[in-house]
């Protein structure tokens, strides 16, 4: 039996033809289909609210159920195992329905899910093996080895500065070709693109995210042995044009991150506290607004994921170790925004619209065609 994430709202009201008030728990039959288009592709079981209870349990069948209860959706259900609790809320005429559609966990767990909710964000350790790894890695190294004679930041490649501030232009590098970051890591390490938009990481995000999934934007962070300029604490969403509610971070180490080569540190549940204020031109949280005493090191695995939400208080420290951290991101969005770190020259790969938005899943949309 499938397990299922929390019901999405995809119809606010459809029209069932005929006043159906049983249940009819079998397969979808024609007058169904006409009353919600997407029942035929998603939905492989059906239920009529009667309207005078307050939630109904609703069975699944095979990778989803096309709930259909009376009035407005007053809670977020959440279902796990073989059934769910769909509310029914009243309201609504004659024969309005509210539409519900269950996807399956695709890759995470439901108690991962639940982690994430809590704390803000997750570790998935073994997401990628070690040859994935070490293709994302050599990838990496070949863009960086064009580069090895830089000694001054483009609008790509920043290097590590003397003076641990990266956006100091004035500051000499550090050494030619050792780089801190690389923006839109998607658009220029191919390697890096697929593993952003693989099946596996969109599954993975679907069942943090929902079914639409948009890129963001997305970086390679470098921290070199016995180097790395520290990362202040900071939550991304404050970095963004446009904030939305559900943007979602994938972070993916490339080499063990721990805590004396740099890994990243997070506060939990500091998501539930709202876009906090950032000073100075690296945007930054002051410590006093942190309460401290919860912050963690986060240390991962090369191969393995941190999701974070995009509220999540999140810093970095220096590399003090001998051996460098590296690391792959990506930044979701859960509806169309436009990539912020795209081409200039304006090349696009396939996907990217000509707005900017680079839809990866459009699941809901699909759906509701
Ligand atoms: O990789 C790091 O050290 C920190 C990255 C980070 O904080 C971010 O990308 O928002």
């Known amino acids: 039996m499938p397990v299922f994430r929390r019901a999405e709202l995809i119809h606010q009201t459809v029209r069932v033809p005929g ?13 169904r289909q006409d009353a919600c288009p997407a029942f035929n592709r998603i939905a492989p079981a059906w239920h009529g609210g009667t309207g ?14 096309l709930g259909v209860c009376r009035g407005e959706l007053r809670t977020a259900p959440r279902g796990l195992g073989s059934a769910v609790q769909v509310p ?5 005429a004659g024969s309005e329905r509210v539409c519900y559609v269950l996807a399956a966990m695709k890759y995470l ?3 991962q899910d639940e982690r994430f909710q809590r704390d803000g964000f997750l570790v998935v350790e073994s997401f990628l093996s070690g040859d994935e790894v070490r293709h994302v890695r050599q990838a990496i190294e070949r863009v960086c080895t064009e580069r090895v004679a830089m000694t001054r930041d483009d609008a790509i490649f920043n290097l590590e500065k003397v003076g641990d501030n990266p956006l100091d232009t004035t500051a000499p590098a550090v050494e030619a070709g050792r780089f801190r970051k690389i923006t839109g890591a998607a658009f220029h390490v191919p390697a890096v693109r697929d593993v952003f938009t693989s099946k596996k990481m969109l599954d993975c995000m679907e069942d943090i995210m929902g079914p639409d999934l948009h890129y963001h934007s997305s970086k390679v962070m470098f921290k070199s042995a016995g ?22 971070t994938v972070w993916i180490a490339i080499d063990d991150a721990t805590e004396q080569n740099g890994c ?31 912050a963690a090191p986060v240390p991962v695995r090369a191969g393995g994921l941190l999701i974070f939400h995009s509220l999540v208080l999140h810093m970095s420290k220096k590399n003090e170790s001998n051996q460098p951290r590296w690391a792959i991101i990506c930044d979701y969005d859960p509806e169309p925004n436009p990539a912020i770190d795209r081409p200039k020259d ?19 949309a699909a759906a509701a065609v």
């Open 19 to 31: 006043d159906r008030r049983q249940c009819d728990y079998t397969a979808p039959g024609r007058d």
């Open 109 to 111: 767990t439901p108690q």
């Open 52 to 65: 005078a209870e307050d939630a109904k349990q609703i069975p699944f069948f095979g990778l989803g159920v």
């Open 227 to 248: 180097g790395g300029a520290p990362k202040p604490w900071h939550q991304d969403a404050a970095y963004w044009k446009q904030f939305l509610p559900n943007q979602i």
């Open 264 to 294: 990243v540190w997070a506060v939990p549940g500091s998501h539930k506290l709202g876009l906090i204020p950032h000073v100075k031109a690296e945007l930054q949280v002051e410590e006093s607004r942190i309460d401290l005493k919860k």
């Open 88 to 92: 029914v809320v009243k309201g609504l």
């Open 346 to 364: 304006g090349s696009r790969p396939p996907g990217l619209r000509e707005d900017g938005v680079w839809p990866l899943r459009q699941g809901k």
